[in-house]
T-cell receptor, first 113, second 112 residues
Framework: DGGITQSPKYLFRKEGQNVTLSCEQN?????MYWYRQDPGQGLRLIYY???????QKGDIAEGYSVSREKKESFPLTVTSAQKNPTAFYLC????????????FGPGTRLTVL | SQKIEQNSEALNIQEGKTATLTCNYT??????LQWYRQDPGRGPVFLLL?????KEKRKERLKVTFDTTLKQSLFHITASQPADSATYLC???????????FGSGTKLNVKP
């Protein structure tokens, strides 16, 4: 099946620890995205990548880092510098260019204790 | 960037009626506007895209309109069903077409 996967679905971490969220797609999409969603709020863009080995900051990149070493993979690291990391994290992919629909993964709910 | 407003109050309607959801934006007019459906605890699913030069788009029971003068898109679900109950998000392309800005969504409750 073609699709986009995220793991794990639930993640618990202690304050001050870095944590990496996985995102993999087999849709052959060039573009990949990371969003954060808080209760009652829309999706806010953290980072996006249009091509391998290149990525750009979104609106709320502080405290996060990414890499894009392979077309299929776009892992997100939530660092200890992120002041309020508890949230629902969504990864998406799409073809490059304007107007293309984004395919979303099932999300990872991160809770920092 | 872009400010997007969707009604934060839930929309409650009776099965069989038409649901109408609103998406307003305040800055530049986007070249593309998309609507997504999101169920609790899951990722959004794409429904429809409309371009700036299109006034209306339809897909089965769904209809989207786009008024660049009013800076508004309306999303209609005709003959609504309880299975249509979900949160609906609108998304507008960013200034470089490589990213989208999402609204906070409107929750639709369709009662049998």
């Amino acid at each position: 099946d073609g699709g986009i996967t995220q793991s794990p679905k639930y993640l618990f971490r202690k304050e001050g620890q870095n944590v990496t969220l996985s995102c993999e797609q087999n849709l052959n999409h060039d573009a990949m995205y990371w969003y954060r969603q808080d209760p009652g709020q829309g999706l806010r863009l953290i980072y996006y990548s249009q091509i391998v080995n290149d990525f750009q900051k979104g609106d709320i990149a502080e405290g996060y880092s990414v890499s894009r070493e392979k077309k299929e993979s776009f892992p997100l690291t939530v660092t200890s510098a992120q002041k309020n990391p508890t949230a629902f994290y969504l990864c998406a992919s799409s073809n490059r260019g304007g107007g293309n629909e984004q395919f979303f993964g099932p999300g990872t709910r991160l809770t920092v204790l | 960037s872009q400010k997007i407003e969707q009604n934060s109050e839930a929309l409650n309607i009776q099965e069989g009626k038409t649901a109408t959801l609103t998406c307003n934006y305040t800055n530049y007019s986007p070249a593309y506007l998309q609507w997504y459906r999101q169920d609790p605890g899951r990722g959004p699913v794409f429904l429809l895209l409309i371009r700036e030069n299109e006034k209306e788009k339809r897909k089965e029971r769904l209809k989207v309109t786009f008024d660049t003068t009013l800076k508004q898109s309306l999303f209609h679900i005709t003959a609504s069903q309880p299975a249509d109950s979900a949160t609906y998000l609108c998304a507008l392309d960013g200034d470089n077409f490589n990213k989208f800005y999402f609204g906070s969504g409107t929750k639709l409750n369709v009662k049998p």
